[in-house]
């Protein structure tokens, strides 16, 4: 195992960004960074340098133009492509461990009208939106829900890196 300092937070966050639509997160294997970085530099730089599963001469790479002001997120973008020993893409959190932890969360109050309202958010079409509006009107019940799902968060991060070789630095996160 290799012993590096990780900011759970950051992890948390790229975790918790599960549409990855805009932008998606590498872990750098030898800084411990959290790198971000844009959708559409990342495929702009896997049609540079892939023909279909194949890489290409990278020689041709030089003849690519592109605007000065992406230049360094794409070369970036193929430096994850290229040094995939070093980068390692954050997996989103699984929606169907969140949800379990917010059915369980509900299930553990007590007080009826906080109870009801996050049940019926629940079991909307758009539940999580919804669990996180319900929660809005109960501060004391939106606190405690943050301090499970950051518990919960933090032992997800710790397993997945234990997964790929890394253990964090104990007073990091």
Same mark, same amino acid.
């Given at each position: 195992?290799?012993?590096? #300092?990780? =900011?759970?937070?950051?992890?948390? #966050?790229?975790?918790e960004d599960v549409s990855r639509d805009a932008f998606d997160y590498f872990l750098d294997l030898e800084t411990g960074e959290i790198k971000t970085i844009s959708v559409d530099a990342l495929e702009g730089a896997k049609s540079s340098l892939y023909k279909g599963d194949e890489l290409i001469d990278e020689s041709l790479l030089e003849a690519y133009d592109m605007p000065e002001w992406i230049e =360094?997120? %794409?070369?970036?973008?193929?430096?994850?492509?290229?040094? #995939?020993?070093?980068? %390692?893409?954050i997996p989103e959190r699984g929606s169907q461990e969140v949800y379990a932890l917010m059915k369980r969360f509900t299930e553990g109050i007590d007080e009826l009208k906080p109870h009801d309202e996050l049940s019926a958010a629940l079991n909307s079409p758009s539940s999580f939106s919804e669990f996180k509006k319900a929660l809005s009107n109960f501060p004391e019940h939106r606190k405690k829900w943050f301090a499970l799902n950051a518990g919960a968060m933090k032992k997800t991060i710790a397993e997945w890196l234990e997964s790929i070789g890394i253990k964090p630095e104990q007073a990091y996160h």
């Open positions: 195992m290799k012993l590096l #300092k990780i =900011d759970f937070n950051e992890i948390q #966050k790229a975790m =360094d997120e %794409v070369e970036f973008a193929i430096r994850i492509f290229s040094e #995939k020993q070093r980068y %390692v893409r």
